[in-house]
Nanobody
Framework: VQLQASGGGWVQAGGSLRLSCAAS????????MGWFRQTPGKEREFVAG????????HYSDAVQGRFIISRDNVENAVYLQMNSLKPEDTAVYYC???????????????WGKGTQVTVSS
């Protein structure tokens, strides 16, 4: 499966963005999915994950209550709704898939190209 994240851009603090992760080549329904982010000089960090059915979700403490992960297995896509954005949310955001179905703390072996999110103060 190939993943492609999109929807990034520039936004002022307090604003919202919605990221999309489109898949091709194979259905996403067999994958646990996650969003990660990375800033220069720092390790990639987990942001949010969702299980195969979309019922179970997990968020990092940094985004809990502000971000919402969702998926549409018919559309073969995963989304990240980001609200109340802060300058510290500025990063390149990546979507990733885990074929074992785990959606956090697992082995995300399929990665897409990232999309830049910039939040200005």
């Amino acid at each position: 499966v190939q993943l492609q994240a999109s929807g990034g851009g520039w936004v002022q603090a307090g604003g919202s963005l919605r990221l999309s992760c489109a898949a091709s080549g194979r259905t996403l329904s067999t994958y646990g999915m996650g969003w990660f982010r990375q800033t220069p000089g720092k390790e990639r960090e987990f942001v949010a994950g969702i299980n195969r059915s979309g019922v179970r979700k997990h968020y990092s403490d940094a985004v809990q209550g502000r971000f919402i992960i969702s998926r549409d297995n018919v559309e073969n896509a995963v989304y990240l709704q980001m609200n109340s954005l802060k300058p510290e949310d500025t990063a390149v955001y990546y979507c990733a898939g885990d074929p074992s179905g785990r959606f956090y703390g697992g082995t995300f072996s399929v990665w897409g190209k990232g999309t830049q999110v910039t939040v200005s103060s």
